[in-house]
């Protein structure tokens, strides 16, 4: 099974990316986009001056749990910069949802109260909400979150779109908000309060 394979079995089709997409970046962003990958992982991630972008990460059912995550986290840690990802809301349906969720917030991520973030998905032509997440070692604040997923958005989500999908992805400024008023509850919060 190819690396794509396993990420497009993994991730539900709503959020995966083409592989020709992927394909492109790794190559026309050599730069930016990255592959790391091993016969029980594989972490696609976009590395930017000030921030990091954690694309898809996986990692194959018969080692979770041995710290192969962990390390691939702390691995990028050690760049010293912000690490932004995007999780499916807490489904109280799915496990998964839920160890992915404690997964991030054992490895000193935070969510992101003040930025929605909401795309019509082209495979599915359905809404897709997501959660933000993020690591901020220098103490950056939520509004240099949204500044850097918008960045991100326009570089990676967004890199020749019409020419791979035959249609655009929805605007930056349509799909993230940011709100400095209206805080939600953590996900975080949500996963211990199921457990009650």
Not at 42 to 64: N, P, Q, S
Request: net charge negative.
């Amino acid at each position: 099974m190819d690396w794509y394979e396993k990420l497009s079995r993994y991730f539900p089709v709503e959020e995966m990316k083409s592989k020709e997409h992927m394909q492109v970046l790794l190559q026309e962003k050599a730069d930016v986009y990255f592959k790391d990958e091993s016969e029980d992982h594989v972490l696609m991630y976009a590395e930017f001056d000030h921030f990091l972008f954690i694309d898809y990460l996986y990692v194959a059912g018969k080692t979770r749990g041995k710290g192969i995550g962990g390390k691939l986290i702390d691995k990028l840690k050690q760049k010293g910069k912000p690490i932004l990802l995007e999780v499916e809301p807490l489904q109280y349906d799915d496990t998964d949802s839920e160890k992915r969720l404690r997964f991030y917030e054992r490895h000193g991520f935070q969510h992101a109260q003040m930025i929605g973030y909401n795309r019509r998905s082209l495979a599915t032509d359905k809404e897709n909400p997501m959660e933000i997440l993020y690591w901020a070692p220098n103490g950056e604040t939520e509004e240099q979150i949204f500044e850097a997923m918008r960045d991100m958005y326009e570089q990676i989500h967004t890199y020749k779109d019409e020419q791979l999908y035959g249609q655009p992805y929805q605007l930056a400024d349509e799909v993230l908000t940011f709100s400095s008023t209206a805080a939600k509850d953590s996900i975080f919060d949500k996963a211990k309060q199921k457990e009650k």
